[in-house]
DNA sequence: AGTCCACAGGAAGGGCAGGCGA
DNA sequence: TCGCCTGCCCTTCCTGTGGACT
């Protein structure tokens, strides 16, 4: 076959506007963190100890979404890894997302979790907790002298399995080995929920991130940008709109990297050399459809299911009939789930795990679910849907795919 | 003030799949 | 193979809730 026949050829031999992409993610940890070093300098004096050999104090880092705690934590903690190499000891550092589903739902899951992290194997279920627990204090007593725990979100951690393994993980007495645990949370109220004993155990020091400003922000992707993307291909002004978007929605830097890295794909998609205002926006607007139907995409089939019945409801309360501007009421939504499961072929589940699904549909932002007392009439919860325009079309196809009209 | 409604939501436990060790 | 352990999804049972109605 003649190689000029190849479809992908185009694409070879087509100009690219970036450099490294890999620098536009928001996992990437650049050499150095703009607008930061005050936090670095804190943290860094807090975790000092360990080039001692003695053990430093927990520490708990805050700071709404996008604010650099991850990175700083891994660029501050990988800086100490060498560090500590360099003086000739160990220091192994684990990282748990305990976002993650299937990492952080149990106790067990956690410890199976570090215990892989360090190369170690153990089944996914089948072995009591405090034998997962054993083996992981075992193991890292049979390696290096420190050990630093990053625990991404912790607060998810905790409101999943309590604060027990807090008290576990800080109240063990591995034989040559310290465990020093660097929880970040944005959950500002999250110590104050801890249990007093686990409190105590801990003595932790915390540190604040504060939400970065529009000139920070646009320090910040121009760095990256300038790593990113090849020169010319990004001007200031779609800089500074990017920041300015992403310094809306509350200083939030990894949106603002999104922002800058779709828009980059979206140029190069269309053939074009040079980033515009204009694909901002479009890639603002992809990026939360995109995040609508995943959402909804990787939903169980009955979780799909309710949202279909709130989906059809929705459009009952909004044109004209018996229904219009009625409000629409879990029991509503339950009954409408039930003639849908019986037209699919699905046995449906009970009222009270439709409740819960419907409250796990409103966490995940596609409905709205607000628990009203309509007086005699009884307590329920008001439904509407949160996605609108664009997404909700989307998220209609996507369930008359699934389940027909 | 007491009653009532339609749930919310907590607690306990069942059933299932799967791993481990005797 | 069997008993015991796990996580996960679900049901059943129960108490609590808050405002309209009597």
Not at 113 to 136: A, N, Q, S
């Amino acid at each position: 076959m003649n190689s000029n026949n190849n479809i992908f050829v185009q694409y070879i031999q087509k100009e690219d506007i970036f450099r490294d992409k890999k620098t536009l993610s928001s996992a990437f940890v650049p050499q150095k963190i703009a607008h930061r070093d005050i936090e670095i300098n804190q943290i860094s004096s807090m975790l000092a100890p360990v080039l001692r050999g003695y053990k430093p104090n927990n520490i708990f880092i805050y700071g709404t979404c996008g604010t650099g705690k991850t990175i700083c934590a891994r660029f501050i903690v990988s800086q100490l890894k060498d560090a500590v190499k360099a003086a000739g000891k160990g220091l192994r550092v684990l990282y748990v997302n305990c976002k993650m589903k299937g990492v952080s739902d149990t106790e067990y899951r956690l410890f199976a979790h570090l215990i892989k992290e360090m190369g170690g194997v153990v089944p996914d279920t089948g072995l009591p907790t405090d034998v997962v627990m054993r083996k992981f204090f075992d193991m890292i007593d049979s390696k290096d002298s420190q050990v630093i725990i990053i625990l991404d979100e912790i607060d998810t951690l905790v409101k999943k399995i309590g604060d027990a393994f807090l008290y576990n993980l800080t109240r063990a007495d591995p034989k040559k080995t310290y465990i020093t645990i660097v929880g970040v949370t944005n959950d500002t109220s999250f110590r104050d929920n801890l249990d007093l004993r686990v409190k105590s155990s801990l003595s932790e020091e915390e540190i604040l991130f504060k939400p970065y400003n529009a000139l920070q922000l646009r320090d910040i992707i121009m760095e990256r940008v300038r790593d990113g993307f090849k020169d010319g291909a990004v001007s200031d002004e779609v800089v500074g709109k990017c920041a300015a978007i992403a310094a809306q929605e509350y200083g939030d830097a990894r949106r603002a990297l999104d922002l800058i890295r779709v828009a980059g794909e979206l140029a190069e998609r269309a053939g074009e050399l040079v980033v515009t205002e204009s694909h901002i926006s479009t890639a603002q607007q992809k990026l939360d459809l995109d995040r609508v139907t995943e959402t909804v995409r990787s939903q169980p089939s009955h979780s799909q299911a309710v949202l279909y019945s709130i989906l059809r409801l929705n459009e009952k309360t909004s044109t004209a009939g018996g229904w219009k501007d009625r409000r629409m009421l879990t029991g509503d939504v339950f009954e409408t789930y039930t003639e849908i499961c019986s037209a699919n072929g699905m046995k449906p589940l009970t009222q009270r795990r439709i409740s819960d699904l419907i409250g796990e549909l409103d966490m995940l932002g596609i409905i709205t679910a607000r628990v009203v007392s309509n007086g005699r009439y009884g307590r329920t919860r008001d439904i509407s849907m949160a996605v609108k325009d664009d997404g909700l079309m989307r998220v209609k196809n996507l369930m008359v795919e699934r389940f027909g009209e």
